[in-house]
């Protein structure tokens, strides 16, 4: 089984859910399914029980419901939590940047990281384009001993038990081989997978809630036609793409979405050898 990439978004999630109802992480049990960035934790129980009341408890307090305000909406309103910050889910779907007012109501006064605030990443990152030197020379001058312990990264747990240590069990992205039963098969999908000395062993899920998959569903064949088109030089379906991407058809017209792919294409000809054409 190949694995092509890693989620440590469920493990932050389901660290944070827990704190909500004040449940110790090691007494935690669930399910997270879907594809990379917008999976569903489809069980989460506490003890063996369905912990999904306390949640829909929880998310009422408005200090809970403020730390990530776009994803417990959805939560609210579609029954089940999914992974990612607040400002990511917001530009996953149609319901919460396509006005400014619901800009403001919901990505803007968030206390969580990324509530939505625009460039968000963008800013991060360039900030530390100007202080990563100097915080790496403070890191090699501090004299205290390096912290040895294993960190919250997946890797070298991965490597070690893949080696023959203890198995591992974490959220990878893995070709759909009828894995999700209600998402497309071969499409790349986020499940649980466990490793050992014989490989990578992702889990059966079945199918994800329908109101769940459809939202799947949409974003996946938004990055089908996209990886299609620019493996292929097509650049109908990189527009078709674009045309279902929810947040930019949650504000454009299709002549609108056409112009700003064509815009798009001019501005970025001469990274773009594989197009013969550039032009919708």
């Known amino acids: 089984m190949k694995l092509t990439g890693l989620c440590h978004s469920v493990q932050?999630?389901?660290?944070?859910?827990a704190s909500w109802i004040g449940a110790p992480m090691n007494e935690i049990?669930?399910?997270?399914?879907?594809?990379n960035h917008q999976a569903w934790?489809?069980?989460?129980e506490w003890k063996g029980k369905d912990a999904y009341p306390l949640l829909r408890?929880?998310?009422?307090?408005?200090?809970?419901?403020?730390?990530?305000?776009?994803?417990?909406?959805m939560f609210i309103h579609l029954g089940y939590y999914v992974t990612e910050s607040s400002g990511h889910n917001s530009e996953y779907n149609w319901w919460y940047r396509k006005r400014p007012d619901l800009i403001e109501k919901y990505c803007t006064h968030g206390t969580g990281w990324n509530p939505g605030?625009?460039?968000y990443i963008v800013k991060e990152y360039q900030r530390r384009k100007n202080i990563w030197q100097k915080e790496i020379k403070k890191w090699l001058d501090d004299p205290r001993p390096l912290n040895l312990k294993r960190g919250n990264e997946y890797a070298s747990s991965i490597i070690n038990a893949w080696l023959g240590?203890?198995?591992?069990?974490?959220?990878?992205n893995v070709p759909n081989t009828g894995l999700i039963t209600n998402l497309p098969p071969d499409v790349c999908v986020e499940v649980p997978v466990y490793v050992d000395r014989n490989g990578f062993n992702p889990i059966y899920v079945g199918a994800l809630p329908p109101q769940c998959a459809a939202l799947n569903n949409i974003n996946i064949a938004s990055e089908e036609m996209a990886v299609e088109g620019a493996l292929t030089g097509n650049p109908?379906?990189?527009?078709?793409?674009?045309?279902?991407?929810p947040l930019t058809a949650a504000v454009l017209s299709l002549d609108e979405?056409?112009?700003m792919v064509n815009a798009m294409f001019r501005k970025n000809r001469q990274y773009l050898p594989q197009f013969k054409i550039t032009k919708v």
Request: aromatic share 14%.
């Open 12 to 17: 932050g999630t389901a660290h944070m859910l």
């Open 29 to 35: 049990t669930y399910v997270c399914a879907g594809i």
């Open 165 to 172: 240590g203890e198995p591992f069990r974490f959220n990878g």
């Open 117 to 119: 605030e625009h460039a």
């Open 257 to 259: 979405i056409k112009d």
């Open 57 to 73: 408890e929880a998310v009422k307090r408005k200090e809970i419901y403020n730390r990530e305000q776009v994803r417990n909406d």
């Open 41 to 44: 934790f489809i069980k989460f």
């Open 236 to 245: 109908e379906l990189i527009f078709h793409a674009i045309c279902y991407d």
